[in-house]
């Protein structure tokens, strides 16, 4: 799917030195330093729209929010097929202010409507596995998002990463271990062969706080 039809996009990983955003139970507050968190804001602010799979929506209730001074905070996007996302989470409360996009399944039931009367914008789109990437990325690129951070978690970056759907990703990686119950960065990919692994060239290593970040592109 070229440039053009879809926004650039942008994996964002932060994780424990042993590859997990959280614990088993979804604990996930905080795994890096609150350097590396600031950071990860900028990277934010540089994007015109976030996203989130369906379980951090419920789980992190998050803002997805810069807080960038004289920046524009980005459009917050879910992907959330049987539309679970609270009325009152913050994403849903605050739509009115900062957008808030869920593309779903389901486009025209009753708790579709409820959310556009809270700000939401609703897109249906076709749910096969899972939502459809293409179809979404075309409507965001139609609507003049240029670029996409996703921000996980694993099960999310994973279909990214299973479609080839990314030119960029930025790892923030704390020296912490969380143990083999935590849940991983990347979801499952259904490999069977290590000719299958993705690949990708490290671009940069810096130090950000106590944490270290990585900016990988796709290999070729
Ligand atoms: N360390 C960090 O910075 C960080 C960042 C983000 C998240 N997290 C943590 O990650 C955990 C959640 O990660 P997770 O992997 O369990 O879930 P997730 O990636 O947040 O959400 C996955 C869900 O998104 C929905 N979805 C819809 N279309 C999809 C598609 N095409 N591909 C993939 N998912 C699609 C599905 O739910 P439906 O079928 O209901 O639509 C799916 O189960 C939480 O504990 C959170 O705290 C940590």
């Not at 990347?186 to 270290?212: C, I, P, W, Y």
Request: aromatic share 4%; net charge neutral.
């Amino acid at each position: 799917m070229p440039l053009g039809r879809r926004p650039k996009i942008t994996l964002k990983l932060a994780t424990s030195l042993d590859g997990k955003i959280a614990l088993a139970n979804g604990d996930s507050q905080w795994v890096t330093s609150d350097a590396a968190r600031a950071h990860g804001r900028y990277l934010r602010a540089e994007n015109d729209a976030i996203a989130v799979g369906a379980v951090t929506a419920e789980l992190d209730n998050p803002h997805l929010t810069s807080r960038v001074p004289g920046r524009k905070d980005p459009v917050r996007v879910v992907f959330d097929s049987s539309l679970k996302l609270s009325p009152g989470s913050h994403l849903v409360t605050t739509a009115k202010d900062t957008s808030t996009w869920v593309f779903t399944r389901h486009g025209s039931d009753a708790k579709a409507e409820a959310l556009r009367e809270q700000g939401v914008i609703v897109h249906p789109v076709t749910d096969e596995n899972g939502l459809s990437l293409e179809e979404s990325l075309e409507i965001m690129a139609e609507a003049g998002l240029r670029s996409l951070l996703v921000e996980g978690g694993g099960t999310l970056i994973a279909s990214f990463v299973r479609a080839g759907l990314y030119d960029t990703l930025h790892w923030y990686r704390a020296p912490v271990l969380l143990g083999g119950d935590g849940r991983d960065c990347v979801g499952a990919l259904s490999l069977t062969n290590m000719g299958q692994a993705v690949r990708l060239h490290r671009m940069k290593v810096s130090e950000v706080g106590l944490d270290l970040h990585e900016i990988y592109v796709k290999a070729d």
